[in-house]
T-cell receptor, first 116, second 111 residues
Framework: DTGVSQDPRHKITKRGQNVTFRCDPI?????LYWYRQTLGQGPEFLTY????????KSRLLSDRFSAERPKGSFSTLEIQRTEQGDSAMYLC??????????????FGPGTRLTVL | SQQGEEDPQALSIQEGENATMNCSYK?????LQWYRQNSGRGLVHLIL?????REKHSGRLRVTLDTSKKSSSLLITASRAADTASYFC???????????FGAGTQVVVTP
């Protein structure tokens, strides 16, 4: 399978714990996005990378959230001191942004986080 | 905040019927994309329409875009039970970059 992969698929944690999610984009895709989706809503943008550079962060991304994409390949999203309001599906997407084109974002299966 | 709003929120049809859903958005866009999401799973890209295009087809899908009304529609013809899913429109302000999604239309196709 050469699609976007995410790990783990499900995570249950207790309030106050730290969690880390991983996303492996489609090979050679230079852009990687993180979104968060709560029940009954569409995904909301969190942040994105072009190669290893983090180009934009949403105001939704509080100081407890940090994302990295070392070497421009896989990415990690860490949430520190989790709160019940962090419970959501965290989606990763990747794309090949070309100078004269519009990139299509391909999504992974998501990581469902439940904070107890 | 979400850019788009889909209408209706839910749609129930029988196999073979057509399904139409609409998306309205607030600000100028570069492109509009439609995605499908099966329950609890990731999103699958269906079709992208650029702001200078008015209509696109892909298989049983037909998308229209009216930038003067800031609206788009997705038509699924001859629906199948496998089309049961949530459908989201997403807008892009630039050629690339973040997408802003609506809340989705939940479609149920009964055999």
């Amino acid at each position: 399978d050469t699609g976007v992969s995410q790990d783990p698929r499900h995570k249950i944690t207790k309030r106050g714990q730290n969690v880390t999610f991983r996303c492996d984009p489609i090979s050679e895709h230079n852009r990687l996005y993180w979104y968060r989706q709560t029940l009954g809503q569409g995904p909301e943008f969190l942040t994105y990378f072009q190669n290893e550079a983090q180009l934009e962060k949403s105001r939704l991304l509080s100081d407890r959230f940090s994302a990295e994409r070392p070497k421009g390949s896989f990415s990690t999203l860490e949430i520190q001191r989790t709160e019940q309001g962090d419970s959501a599906m965290y989606l990763c997407a990747s794309s090949l942004a070309m100078v004269h084109g519009t990139d299509t974002q391909y999504f992974g299966p998501g990581t469902r986080l439940t904070v107890l | 905040s979400q850019q788009g709003e889909e209408d209706p929120q839910a749609l129930s049809i029988q196999e073979g019927e057509n399904a139409t859903m609409n998306c309205s958005y607030k600000t100028s866009i570069n492109n509009l994309q439609w995605y499908r999401q099966n329950s609890g799973r990731g999103l699958v890209h269906l079709i992208l329409i650029r702001s200078n295009e008015r209509e696109k087809h892909s298989g049983r899908l037909r998308v229209t875009l009216d930038t003067s009304k800031k609206s788009s529609s997705l038509l699924i013809t001859a629906s199948r039970a496998a089309d049961t899913a949530s459908y989201f429109c997403a807008t892009g302000q630039g050629s690339w970059g973040k997408l802003q999604f609506g809340a989705g239309t939940q479609v149920v196709v009964t055999p």
